[in-house]
Antibody, heavy 125, light 110 residues
Framework: QVQLQESGPGLVKPSQTLSLTCTVS??????????WTWIRQPAGKGLEWIAR???????NYNPSLKSRVTISVDRSKNHLSLKLSSVTAADTATYYC?????????????????WGQGTLVSVSS | QSVLTQPPSASGTPGQRVTISCSGS????????VNWYQQLPGTAPKLLIY???LRPSGVPDRFSGSKSGTSASLAISGLQSEDEADYYC???????????FGGGTSLTVL
């Protein structure tokens, strides 16, 4: 049973870089059947997809965040990382990591399962 | 403004059937399957429906999904108090080359 656990500083100052880690247990981050992704959720608001990365290193980004986001995988530590630069108060949110799966047929299917429990990051001076 | 449109709220009484809609466009729902996530209060989202109408192991068959054209729906039959949660639809958008979510629907069991 794969489990994901996010970690990182709960407080980041404006203009700095937010750095988060997602540790994968019960499975390998190198499993080529899956990809790994980050999603965030401001308090009381909806979900916003941030980025995903395959074990090959290929990545996709939310166009609205792409210029500030770096996503990476560390196979030796079996963890996923997220860096978001030049943060502002608008980046205050709970950040989730999740495992993704793509199924190709007549239509493409992408879904996220499981999810980590999330980590709250506040941007404030 | 979310790419996928959901009603912000829905409600029903125990035992009732409730449906939640999710509207998109040709580049997202019209081209790809839809997933639904359930977020119980204070918890992380959980996969509820994938590939538009399939349930992961452990999800009761009271939950069902469907898709037609550029819209999708989640139906909950035999509504129970523990179904009170936020529900999100999601899919891949080929034009944005990104995953997109609906704004979420808060379900209240009266």
């Amino acid at each position: 049973q794969v489990q994901l656990q996010e970690s990182g500083p709960g407080l980041v100052k404006p203009s700095q870089t937010l750095s988060l880690t997602c540790t994968v247990s019960g499975g390998s981050i190198s499993d080529i059947d899956y990809y790994w992704t980050w999603i965030r959720q401001p308090a009381g608001k909806g979900l916003e997809w941030i980025a995903r990365i395959y074990t090959s290193g290929r990545a996709n980004y939310n166009p609205s965040l792409k210029s500030r986001v770096t996503i990476s995988v560390d196979r030796s530590k079996n963890h996923l990382s997220l860096k978001l630069s030049s943060v502002t108060a608008a980046d205050t949110a709970t950040y989730y990591c999740a495992r993704g799966y793509t199924y190709y047929d007549v239509e493409t299917s992408d879904w996220f399962d499981p999810w980590g429990q999330g980590t709250l990051v506040s941007v404030s001076s | 403004q979310s790419v996928l449109t959901q009603p912000p709220s829905a409600s029903g009484t125990p035992g009732q059937r409730v449906t939640i809609s999710c509207s998109g466009s040709g580049s997202n729902i019209g081209s790809n399957t839809v997933n639904w996530y359930q977020q119980l209060p204070g918890t992380a989202p959980k996969l509820l429906i994938y590939k538009s109408n399939l349930r992961p192991s452990g999800v009761p068959d009271r939950f069902s999904g469907s898709k037609s054209g550029t819209s999708a729906s989640l139906a909950i039959s035999g509504l129970q108090s523990e179904d009170e949660a936020d529900y999100y639809c999601a899919t891949w958008d080929d034009s944005l080359n990104a995953c997109v979510f609906g704004g979420g629907t808060s379900l209240t069991v009266l």
